[in-house]
């Protein structure tokens, strides 16, 4: 925080002009490479992928022509709307169960964790070491009819024999917040270690019990960090498809496996960038809330 | 100093019950609770290690999660199936390729970003938004539309485009992260480079490189990671040759080969030193 103010400050030396034209140039310069490559790679397939929804394609031959015809959208949408929907409610439930999850631990590293800062948020980075697949496929395990969890219940009569996760909307949720926890408690815990502990002391000499200690300093204060982690938690979730395809079964569908089947299965482009549209459009709502009340240049401090 | 003083004094006078239900919030039900949290994360890599020396019954090699007993044989066996040591070697190769590339693009980016203000450099405002904008985006979208792209102008999936499009997707992690560190940057340093004469490259090399490389380390670190891990845009934009995760995913279909984990294990344990190694790193330095 303090080096960025530095930075904002008139220039304590006056540099001295250099040659007028490669000064001039040279922040141009600089961004070029990676500018060109962000444009012809990222803003430029988004741009075809408008184009292409405009597109139909045959299912017979798999030929796409350009008809200029709005109708694959709401086509679309009318088709996959219960996806949509389903992936909504998936990517909220998990964004809201790591919220609660991650707020006191994100809390306790943050006010207690003392010297041991580093290896807390460490530990929180673990899952992120090992592959985003395998730790999917190990949740199949784990939550599969023979695995630790299940055996375990079923033998202790806890739950009655027949009883299954796989497969589930539950399954689904699980893997989403496990996979995605991390992106919420890092976020959090930088907003929380910003506050200045005075505060909450001032809180409690001003007679705050902890409840509103907590409703009124410490969660304003710790806003910026929530709405970080809803974007780094909920957009990826909303889009993901790998959860669903290897913990869910076939009636809790997401949109990301749609889009997916569209373009490598069906090969019906239009239809799958008609999708990829509308969840774009879905996400940058939320992304533009998110800018409109934190700012675009937040995002780099809960990174 | 006066402020500080005034609020311990302040504290010593607060209510008690407060303060003693918040010190035993911190010091026994917060504590035990983050432990269940990370015992939770810990857990399903905790179960790939133990079960990456699992034996396995039967004629099909696939893992399983009724424990057989112990064996080192995927261990000693891990290049035993050929898809998956090629498609490991691929991801290296790919994750060294487009680390590569984005610690270069994404470091001249950041130096661009923080060292001119937007009335030097028109567009930085925008250049800021796309940086955001690329983070933010689902990655599903990115994925896909970078299929479309390289499907509408004829470019044959495979190792190229796999560069192509992990470097899209690392630049803007790289210059975060290095403009992060470079915000706090003395710039008289530089300025008495040139006072001793230095050209501009000479300056750069000697002086700015040296000065900021943790950041640019940090940056070429997340850019690896990024990359080794992907699966969402991969999946979209490999050929024949699939990168670890696509295969790995590939298998759940068929039934995964014990060696996954076994590539699983390795691929943490790398990972968990360079994390170690960093925070041994930085303390050394404060």
Request: aromatic residues 12%.
């Given at each position: 925080m303090d080096e960025s103010v530095l930075?904002d400050h008139?220039?304590?030396?006056?540099?001295?002009?250099?040659?007028?034209?490669?000064?001039?140039?040279?922040?141009?310069?600089?961004?070029?490479?990676?500018?060109?490559?962000?444009?012809?790679?990222?803003?430029?397939?988004?741009?075809?992928?408008?184009?292409?929804?405009?597109?139909?394609?045959?299912?017979?031959?798999?030929?796409?022509?350009?008809?200029?015809?709005?109708?694959?959208?709401?086509?679309?949408?009318?088709?996959?709307?219960?996806?949509?929907?389903?992936?909504?409610?998936?990517a909220a439930a998990a964004t809201v169960i790591d919220l609660v999850i991650a707020f006191p631990i994100a809390y306790w590293i943050a006010f207690y964790g003392g010297h041991r800062k580093n290896f807390f948020l460490i530990m929180l980075l673990?899952?992120?070491?090992?592959?985003?697949?395998?730790?999917?496929?190990?949740?199949?395990?784990?939550?599969?009819?023979?695995?630790?969890?299940?055996?375990?219940?079923?033998?202790?009569?806890?739950?009655?024999?027949?009883?299954?996760?796989?497969?589930?909307?539950?399954?689904?949720v699980?893997?989403?917040a496990y996979?995605y926890l991390p992106f919420t408690a890092l976020p959090l815990y930088v907003a929380i270690e910003r506050i200045d502990r005075r505060v909450l002391d001032a809180a409690h000499d001003l007679y705050a019990n902890r409840t509103s200690a907590f409703r009124r300093v410490i969660l304003p204060l710790a806003m910026p960090g929530i709405f970080a982690a809803f974007l780094l938690t909920f957009?990826?979730?909303?889009?993901?498809?790998?959860?669903?395809?290897?913990?869910?079964?076939?009636?809790?569908?997401?949109?990301?496996?749609?889009?997916?089947?569209?373009?490598?299965?069906?090969?019906?482009?239009?239809?799958?960038?008609?999708?990829?549209?509308?969840?774009?459009?879905?996400?940058?709502?939320g992304?533009w809330l998110y800018a409109r009340l934190l700012g675009t240049s937040t995002i780099n401090e809960y990174l | 100093m006066s402020v500080q003083d005034r609020t311990d004094t302040a504290a010593t006078s607060r209510p008690e019950r407060p303060a003693r239900r918040r010190r035993k919030l911190g010091r026994f039900v917060l504590p035990t609770y983050s432990w269940l949290v990370i015992a939770y994360l810990?857990?399903?890599?905790?179960?790939?290690?133990?079960?990456?020396?699992?034996?396995?019954?039967?004629?099909?090699?696939?893992?399983?999660?009724?424990?057989?007993?112990?064996?080192?044989?995927?261990?000693?066996?891990?290049?035993?199936?050929?898809?998956?040591?090629?498609?490991?070697?691929?991801?290296?190769?790919?994750?060294?390729?487009?680390?590569?590339?984005?610690?270069?693009?994404?470091?001249?980016?950041?130096?661009?970003?923080?060292?001119?203000?937007?009335?030097?450099?028109?567009?930085?405002?925008?250049?800021?938004?796309?940086?955001?904008?690329?983070?933010?985006?689902?990655?599903?979208?990115?994925?896909?539309?970078?299929?479309?792209?390289?499907?509408?102008?004829?470019?044959?999936?495979?190792?190229?485009?796999?560069?192509?499009?992990?470097?899209?997707?690392?630049?803007?992690?790289?210059?975060?992260?290095?403009?992060a560190?470079?915000s706090g940057?003395?710039?008289?340093?530089?300025?008495?480079?040139?006072?001793?004469?230095?050209?501009?490259?000479?300056?750069?090399?000697?002086?700015?490189?040296?000065?900021?490389?943790?950041?640019?380390?940090?940056?070429?670190?997340?850019?690896?990671?990024?990359?080794?891990?992907?699966?969402?845009?991969?999946?979209?934009?490999?050929?024949?040759?699939?990168?670890?995760?696509?295969?790995?995913?590939?298998?759940?279909?068929?039934?995964?080969?014990?060696?996954?984990?076994?590539?699983?294990?390795?691929?943490?344990?790398?990972?968990?030193?360079?994390?170690?190694?960093?925070?041994?790193?930085s303390r050394?330095?404060s």
């Open positions: 930075t008139p220039r304590r030396v006056t540099p001295r002009r250099r040659g007028g034209w490669g000064k001039r140039l040279a922040p141009y310069l600089l961004s070029l490479p990676a500018g060109l490559w962000l444009v012809l790679l990222f803003i430029v397939p988004l741009a075809v992928m408008l184009v292409q929804s405009l597109e139909t394609c045959s299912p017979a031959t798999g030929l796409c022509t350009m008809t200029w015809s709005w109708g694959e959208l709401p086509h679309q949408v009318n088709l996959y709307h219960q996806q949509f929907i389903t992936s909504l409610l998936f673990v899952p992120f070491f090992v592959s985003f697949v395998i730790r999917t496929i190990v949740w199949e395990f784990i939550l599969s009819n023979n695995g630790i969890v299940l055996t375990f219940l079923t033998r202790n009569h806890l739950v009655p024999s027949g009883f299954h996760v796989l497969g589930t909307s539950y399954a689904v699980a893997g989403l996979n957009i990826p979730a909303f889009g993901d498809y790998l959860n669903q395809e290897i913990l869910g079964g076939v009636s809790n569908t997401m949109i990301g496996t749609v889009i997916q089947n569209s373009f490598l299965v069906n090969f019906d482009y239009a239809g799958g960038a008609s999708l990829s549209v509308v969840l774009l459009a879905v996400s940058l709502l992304i | 810990v857990f399903p890599i905790a179960l790939m290690i133990i079960y990456s020396f699992n034996r396995v019954v039967g004629g099909l090699q696939q893992v399983s999660f009724s424990w057989n007993g112990f064996t080192t044989q995927w261990y000693r066996q891990w290049s035993n199936v050929p898809g998956l040591t090629s498609s490991f070697w691929l991801s290296i190769r790919l994750a060294l390729v487009s680390t590569l590339i984005a610690t270069v693009l994404g470091t001249l980016l950041a130096i661009a970003l923080v060292r001119y203000r937007s009335n030097k450099f028109r567009g930085k405002v925008a250049v800021e938004q796309v940086l955001f904008l690329n983070i933010a985006a689902p990655e599903i979208v990115m994925g896909a539309s970078l299929l479309g792209l390289f499907v509408t102008f004829n470019v044959a999936r495979g190792f190229l485009t796999l560069v192509l499009a992990h470097v899209m997707f690392s630049i803007a992690y790289v210059t975060v992260t290095v403009r560190r470079l940057f003395d710039r008289s340093l530089e300025e008495a480079a040139y006072d001793l004469g230095a050209n501009p490259l000479t300056t750069f090399r000697l002086v700015t490189l040296p000065l900021i490389m943790p950041g640019v380390l940090a940056g070429a670190l997340m850019a690896f990671a990024l990359s080794i891990d992907d699966f969402v845009t991969s999946n979209f934009v490999s050929g024949t040759a699939p990168p670890f995760p696509v295969w790995v995913y590939g298998a759940t279909r068929v039934g995964i080969p014990p060696q996954v984990f076994v590539f699983g294990t390795f691929i943490f344990m790398v990972g968990i030193a360079f994390a170690v190694m960093s925070i041994v790193l050394k330095k």
